[in-house]
């Protein structure tokens, strides 16, 4: 079966595509939208530039949701038409269980699109001294590209935990053990230590209670954590 996290991996490169028009949305990709209509709508009024892209055409094997940046602006793309991936990667999750999944999911991606906005992206923050074994230029291009992505996948990871703990906090417990069984998977949304997709050492510094704060938006929430996982991630 496909991983469900697969849907949280990044479209570095997004082609220019027309939106499809309300209308003409299938039944599905109304479910989608909806679901992360909440979302998108906070980040919006946070003032991330955001387009939400339809694929019109079919996309088998295509990522069924994802993120890329052009010209400024975040590309939040749904790509559900003849893609049997978009019809298998929920299959585990209860009906009534899907749309908060479907939101977390929006809700991590959003988190990318943050990162990038700030032009931050691949960047360490502010203070963090990595040590010398592994600073940049220490590191084959490879590991680097890996260590790189895997802190991304971590901080939106994150960003998807602190909106549903804000939003959602009866079903949190439920999404964690998700994402982790998810990120344990052996396929490329998950892996062994050192994957691109490997953020358990995150996600087990998200379980207590009170971890986030309330106060703060989740992407300052999810930075608090992040920079914690970020003194161990080799």
Known sequence: MPNPLLLMSLL????????????QLTALESR????????????????LPIDIIVQPQDAP???????GYAAGRCKLVLSLRGNAQADSV????????????MEAMTAHEIGHCRRYAQGDWHASPRGLVEPLSTQRGTLTALA?????????????DLVALAWMQGRHPEQYQEVLAWMRGVRAGGDGAGGGAGSSHATQAWLALAGGVGVFD?????FEQAQVLWRKGLSGDK
Do not use: C, H, K, N
Request: hydrophobic share 50%.
């Open 12 to 23: 570095i490169a997004v082609s220019s595509v027309p939106a499809v028009a309300a209308a």
């Open 32 to 47: 989608w939208l909806q679901a992360g209509q909440p979302v998108i709508a906070f980040a919006r009024a946070q003032g």
């Open 61 to 67: 094997g295509a990522v069924p949701l994802a993120l």
């Open 90 to 101: 929920l299959q585990d999750v209860l009906p009534a269980r899907q749309g908060m999944m």
């Open 144 to 156: 680097q590209e890996l260590r790189e992505t895997r802190r991304e996948e971590a901080y939106a």
């Open 214 to 218: 309330a106060s703060a938006s989740p």
